[in-house]
Nanobody
């Protein structure tokens, strides 16, 4: 059973940084794509970033390019999202997700496994 557990969320001032972690367990993830999504109140869940577990190929939403970095640590079975220069629009619940295919997509419906989410709140 695949399990994804996020951590690292919290309250941060605008311009600050946070690093989210997603601990993955239940299988080996070679050939999987790991993604980060976020959902703000009243809005749909949106793609943030993804990484191919085997090749480390990454994709980013335009809104976070140059500010966020996704990475993975194979030894720890953990995916990270380093978030810098945070602004008020980044406030949301952030979810880790995975899909058992090597190609990444932006659509949440294409991801099979999800974590419980971690709240990120950016204050002015």
């Amino acid at each position: 059973q695949v399990q994804l557990v996020e951590s690292g969320g919290g309250l941060v001032q605008a311009g600050g940084s946070l690093r989210l972690s997603c601990a993955a367990s239940g299988r080996t993830f070679g050939g999987y794509v790991m993604g980060w999504f976020r959902q703000a109140p009243g809005k749909e869940r949106e793609f943030v970033a993804s990484i191919n577990w085997s090749t480390a190929f990454t994709n980013y939403a335009d809104s976070v390019k140059g500010r966020f970095t996704i990475s993975r640590n194979n030894a720890k079975n953990t995916v990270y999202l380093q978030m810098n220069s945070l602004n008020l629009e980044d406030t949301a619940v952030y979810y880790c997700a995975s899909r058992p295919y090597s190609s990444g997509t932006y659509d949440p419906k294409d991801y099979r496994y999800w974590g419980q989410g971690t709240q990120v709140t950016v204050s002015s």
